[in-house]
């Protein structure tokens, strides 16, 4: 029996959105271990964070996070020419992992427990905390303990700093949640707002590259855990990357790295993670 063209191609176009449906829509349904096989990762980091991931206008990625990510895909066997760098914006790092348009992230992401329901995490490869920002002309704000009089507060939706000032300090402070810690940089610059807060890192990163305009105030007030996140229940890659870290720390490239990026933060002493193997 001869099928006509008009139906063959009706086969056909019913066969592709059937084939696209399976792989996921716009997620890649191939593992981070077929990825590697083909000498390919995309990797999600920060794109506006100084010191840490940032993309430069030419194109170019530097900071710390892209040190950590770059000497972990060598371990894995793929090359800087084989990363992808994606921004991954911090409401959207565990449904870019569960999608599969990353195949890891390292962008300050700190571990929680909440966190680990979604994804997996590898490391920590550094342990920061919390503190705030304030412009430097100001000398009301001396330290979380100074949070009061209805002042306003910047952080990023869904990060876990402001998740814990809403739990500690909401009757105090007004806060403002933005998109990105960039954003909240151009506020405080502004006057918008009267302080920024989250890890102690991202904030020397923006303090330095603001010229002496801001400054860091008081102690910090948590302790963050960064680790790598990755698709829950991939354990074969997130041991693979715990022992990229842990080669990191020992041949001396973890550090060197910081040193290159962040520099010297507030005198504090740099002192390795131990990587956890849960």
């Not at 810690?181 to 009267?194: H, K, N, T, W």
């Not at 991202?202 to 102690?219: H, N, R, T, W």
């Amino acid at each position: 029996m001869r099928i006509n063209r008009t139906l063959r191609l009706g086969i056909v176009a019913i066969a592709v959105t059937l084939v696209a449906t399976a792989c996921g829509g716009g997620g890649d349904a191939a593992t981070t271990q077929d990825h590697v096989r083909e000498g390919k990762l995309t990797i999600g980091i920060k794109f506006d964070q100084p010191g840490l991931g940032f993309r430069e206008a030419d194109g170019s990625f530097h900071g710390y996070d892209v040190e950590i990510a770059e000497y972990v895909a060598g371990k894995l066997g793929v090359a800087p020419s084989g990363i992808t760098f994606k921004e991954t914006p911090t409401a959207q790092r565990e449904a870019m992992i569960m999608n599969g348009d990353v195949d890891f992230i390292v962008a300050t992401y700190s571990i929680t427990d909440q966190r680990k329901e979604k994804v997996d995490f590898a490391g920590p490869y550094f342990v920061a905390g919390q503190a705030l920002l304030v412009r430097q002309q100001t000398t009301d704000i001396t330290g979380v303990e100074s949070l009061n009089g209805n002042k306003k507060l910047c952080s990023v939706t869904g990060s876990t700093p402001a998740q814990y000032v809403k739990d500690n300090y909401a009757k105090d402070v007004q806060l403002v949640e933005v998109d990105t810690y960039s954003q909240c940089i151009d506020a405080l610059r502004s006057g918008s707002v009267d302080a920024v807060t989250t890890d102690d890192i991202i904030l020397a990163g923006f303090a330095g590259q603001a010229s002496g305009e801001l400054k860091l105030v008081g102690d910090t007030f948590t302790t963050e855990k960064y680790g790598i996140g990755l698709k829950k229940g991939d354990q074969q890659t997130r041991a693979q990357i715990n022992d990229a870290i842990e080669a990191m720390i020992a041949d001396g490239s973890w550090q060197r790295a910081f040193e290159e990026t962040i520099g010297p933060l507030r005198d504090s002493t740099l002192t390795p993670p131990t990587v956890d193997r849960y």
